[in-house]
């Protein structure tokens, strides 16, 4: 793999997060390209050369953009998948014909055990090229686009956590991406960034719980108006379970709380004083709907795993069963069936020592 600004990264997504990094990476000097199935943002990103950037970070980055995936990957030293959880099965088997051994697949963000699903639904289409998949637990950028070809970027992560699938190459992973986000740090394996998913913990219960504000038709902030003082208690209690399947597996991990402290330098008394302290989210307004990825991602691609991982486990998920069944009630859909259990993943028949065995080892 080449060094510093001679990797080739290919951004799969042309969405809020994909624009940004595809921008911002551009801006950086790197040779990245763009890819999308939609037709729309491809285009207006063809027409200027790139992606006009704004807020906290200010330019222009040329980018190459193409609804051609073979394109896009062609040569790519770094794939990174920037698109809702949901896509992560239908991306892998859109890639796997197109995959070359030694190329990186960093998805951005993974949510829970996004690796994992990623990993197996390579091998679901006899995939035989040599990858590693890198997963982060959470986006970098607090962003959004103005508009196609505009990305608006409010605030940087001060620390992103990643993990390589096998672990073994987690260290030379770091190494590589750091040359363009130095804040990245380490954790010991997916396992980990999966444990360090919080958006299940905040978005569905906060969406929730602020259902007469979502369907108001008003204007409202998600983090400032519907995460009061109640309802950051709640999802400080969610938190506690999680911080509890960690702590059953071994591992130490950050608090809500105390990872808004470092990602965003944010204070407060309690989550909820914390987030209105958080400046990145000052302008988040909140949905119009609750068919929205809050619910419809964070469920099956976040609640959906914890509880099957906490069940294996022995450790109780009541509040985060209680959110996946309130959600099912309030939207009348199934969250359930299609979300990444062990059972759903095939991974089910695995002892915890097996499964960490595939996750340190391959």
Request: hydrophobic share 40%.
């Given at each position: 793999m080449s060094d510093n600004k001679d990797l080739k990264w290919a951004i799969i997504g042309a969405g809020n997060g994909g624009q940004s990094v595809a921008g911002h990476l551009g801006l950086m000097g790197f040779d990245v390209s763009i890819y999308d199935i939609c037709l729309e943002p491809i285009d207006v990103i063809k027409k200027q050369g790139g992606i006009f950037l704004e807020g906290a970070v200010k330019g222009f980055g040329n980018v190459y953009a193409t609804n051609?995936?073979?394109?896009?990957?062609?040569?790519?030293?770094?794939?990174?998948?920037?698109?809702?959880?949901?896509?992560?099965?239908?991306?892998?088997?859109?890639?796997?014909?197109?995959?070359?051994?030694?190329?990186?697949?960093?998805?951005?963000?993974?949510?829970?055990?996004?690796?994992?699903?990623?990993?197996?639904?390579?091998?679901?289409?006899?995939?035989?090229?040599?990858?590693?998949?890198?997963?982060?637990?959470?986006?970098?950028?607090?962003?959004?686009?103005?508009?196609?070809?505009?990305?608006?970027?409010?605030?940087?992560?001060?620390?992103l956590q990643i993990a390589a699938l096998p672990a073994i190459k987690t260290k030379e992973v770091v190494k590589i991406l750091?040359?363009?986000?130095?804040?990245?740090?380490?954790?010991?394996?997916?396992?980990?960034?999966?444990?360090?998913?919080?958006?299940?913990?905040?978005?569905?219960?906060?969406?929730?719980?602020?259902?007469?504000?979502?369907?108001?038709?008003?204007?409202?902030?998600?983090?400032?108006?519907?995460?009061?003082?109640?309802?950051?208690?709640?999802?400080?209690?969610?938190?506690?379970?999680?911080?509890?399947?960690?702590?059953?597996?071994?591992?130490?991990?950050?608090?809500?709380?105390d990872q808004y402290r470092v990602e965003y330098h944010a204070e407060g008394e309690n989550i909820s004083e914390i987030f209105k302290n958080t400046d990145a989210y000052s302008g988040v307004y909140g949905q119009k709907s609750l068919e929205t990825r809050y619910i419809l991602e964070d469920i099956p691609m976040g609640l959906v795993p914890f509880v099957s991982l906490g069940k294996k486990l022995g450790v109780k998920v009541?509040?985060?069963?209680?959110?996946?069944?309130?959600?099912?009630?309030?939207?009348?859909?199934?969250?359930?069936?299609?979300?990444?259990?062990?059972?759903?993943?095939g991974f089910d028949e695995m002892s915890m020592d097996e499964i960490m065995n595939l996750i340190i080892n391959g």
């Open positions: 051609d995936l073979e394109e896009a990957l062609l040569g790519a030293d770094i794939i990174m998948v920037i698109t809702p959880a949901l896509d992560h099965a239908q991306v892998a088997k859109d890639c796997a014909p197109y995959l070359k051994d030694k190329q990186m697949i960093v998805l951005h963000p993974g949510a829970t055990f996004g690796a994992l699903a990623f990993y197996k639904a390579l091998k679901d289409e006899n995939c035989k090229a040599e990858t590693t998949i890198v997963e982060t637990s959470t986006l970098i950028y607090a962003c959004r686009l103005s508009k196609s070809g505009t990305a608006c970027i409010l605030g940087i992560k001060d620390r750091k040359t363009a986000y130095p804040q990245i740090e380490g954790l010991d394996n997916v396992m980990m960034t999966s444990l360090d998913n919080t958006n299940p913990m905040i978005h569905p219960p906060a969406t929730l719980f602020s259902t007469s504000l979502v369907e108001s038709n008003k204007d409202w902030l998600f983090y400032w108006d519907g995460i009061t003082t109640s309802v950051g208690n709640f999802i400080e209690g969610m938190d506690h379970e999680r911080l509890n399947i960690a702590e059953k597996l071994g591992y130490k991990m950050d608090a809500i709380k009541e509040r985060m069963e209680m959110i996946i069944k309130l959600s099912e009630f309030m939207l009348q859909k199934d969250l359930t069936s299609y979300g990444r259990s062990f059972e759903n993943m």
